[in-house]
């Protein structure tokens, strides 16, 4: 095998190894959202995982759960989107911007 190739056989398992590193730190880190002002607040890791929903006492209106129900689907959308973000910023760092499908 030429040298070329065994380098970059080498290359290409540090990249991987690097990358399951990162999948396993950003599954501990925790993006927050809220909506509503701050009413509803969805906290969630690097793993896309719900980790909580908290609701404030003060929006919890049997007349109104339509609002809430609202309220709680765009605090968990943003919260999954700053996931998202956060993971593929991270993954970017180590492939040095490619993207490469199927990866993250």
Not at 28 to 37: F, K, N, Q, T
């Amino acid at each position: 095998m030429s040298k070329n190739i065994a380098g970059m056989l080498r290359q290409a398992q540090k990249l991987q190894s690097d990358m399951l590193r990162m999948q396993e730190e950003l599954g501990s880190r925790i993006v927050e959202s809220s909506s509503g002002g701050g009413m509803v607040t969805t906290k969630v890791n690097g793993k896309q995982e719900i980790i909580s929903i908290t609701i404030d006492k003060t929006v919890v209106s049997p007349e109104d759960l339509e609002m809430l129900q609202d309220l709680i689907v765009a605090s968990v959308n943003e919260a999954l989107n700053k996931s998202k973000d956060m993971v593929t910023n991270e993954m970017s760092k180590l492939t040095g911007g490619l993207n490469l499908p199927g990866l993250f």
